[in-house]
């Protein structure tokens, strides 16, 4: 729990190596919110961090748009 009170901001956190940080963080206690332009696998991964029993929520979010940005912030 070496992030216990800690929110991790995770971009392309859908699939792969996003995924399993996002993952990886909340087994370590930190509350994850996570982008991505892809809805259909965020939504694993966001039942993933669920099943942690962590605090996990996705914003779509395409990195090239500034608004999507600071929306995910």
Do not use: P, S
Not at 49 to 64: K, L, N, S, Y
């Amino acid at each position: 729990m070496r992030l216990e009170g800690k929110v991790a901001v995770i971009t392309g956190a859908a699939t792969g190596i996003g995924r399993a940080t996002a993952v990886l963080f909340a087994k370590e206690g930190a509350r994850v919110v996570f982008g991505d332009v892809n809805d259909a696998e965020a939504r694993e991964t966001l039942r993933l961090i669920d099943q942690v029993g962590i605090a996990g929520r996705f914003v779509h979010c395409d990195v090239r748009e500034g608004g999507d940005v600071r929306r995910l912030v």
